[in-house]
């Protein structure tokens, strides 16, 4: 039963329900064998009619046979009586926590992200690269490095802390909890991006880097991209224009890349 489930403990008002006195044909009545857990609620404290004896069972409380069904005589008719066992559903959430389970498999997928994010941009300090560039810059210090990444984690973790103070029912709102999703993955992608972008760019000091947000160090590695692109050879022109196309979300991927089963995109797509 999907809804609440009336019941009475008052056989007389159950009969009177079943319209054998209107002449209702075939009049039947479901007869409940109830359990030490498996038992409704007495409201007939809260009820307008408290003389019926009303007992109210929870959403989703399974219905099953539980013997031969019999009939009964009745001054108005003959009702046909059914045993029935019912199995009180104990787990069903309410909506508010439904709307809170929502909100925090969205966090905990955005906690896993930041494990991600974390190892990727700790990967890419390792890199050999990083020493050359580093060697270059004149506003280098012993700790500008480790500042740097703590400046790219500490932001990622401050935009999953706004997600974390974020009302409950913003998560269930489709448009709202769309644009909660596009954050979040974005997060990584300007991550990863500051980080490549003092790379690329040799005008830039570290220490100015570092004390860009995220989503400025992301446009300003667009910008520099896009700048570089009439000074290059056509294969790197190309390349890095295909680059550009997948930092501003106009392009998701080749049509010649391949996923782990060695599948292109069209055959993907036609699976």
Known sequence: EWGFMRTTSN????????G??????????LEFNPAAIDHGADI??????PNEKEFLWNPCSLIEPNGDKCVEVTPNGIVTIIPVRANMNVRTMTLEEIVDQKKQMHLTSFKYLLVEIKNE????????AVEKRLFQDVSM?????PNFVKSILDECSQAYQR????PDNEFVDDLTYRGLVVEMLETKVMAVSKFRYYMED????????????????????NDYIESQLSHQSDEERTKNALQLCK????????????????ESAIVQAAA
């Open 11 to 18: 056989k007389e008002v159950a009969i009177q329900y079943t």
């Open 44 to 49: 007939s404290f809260f009820s307008q009619y």
């Open 163 to 166: 997600h974390e103070t974020r």
């Open 141 to 145: 210090k012993d700790d500008s490095l």
């Open 247 to 262: 930092l501003k979300g106009l392009v998701v991927r080749e049509i010649d890349e391949i996923n782990d089963m060695n």
């Open 202 to 221: 040799r005008s830039q000091w570290i220490q100015n880097v570092t004390a860009m947000t995220l989503r400025s160090a992301f446009r300003s590695r």
């Open 121 to 128: 941009v700790e990967a890419l300090s390792k890199n050999p």
């Open 20 to 29: 054998v006195a209107a002449g209702r044909k075939l009049p039947t009545l």
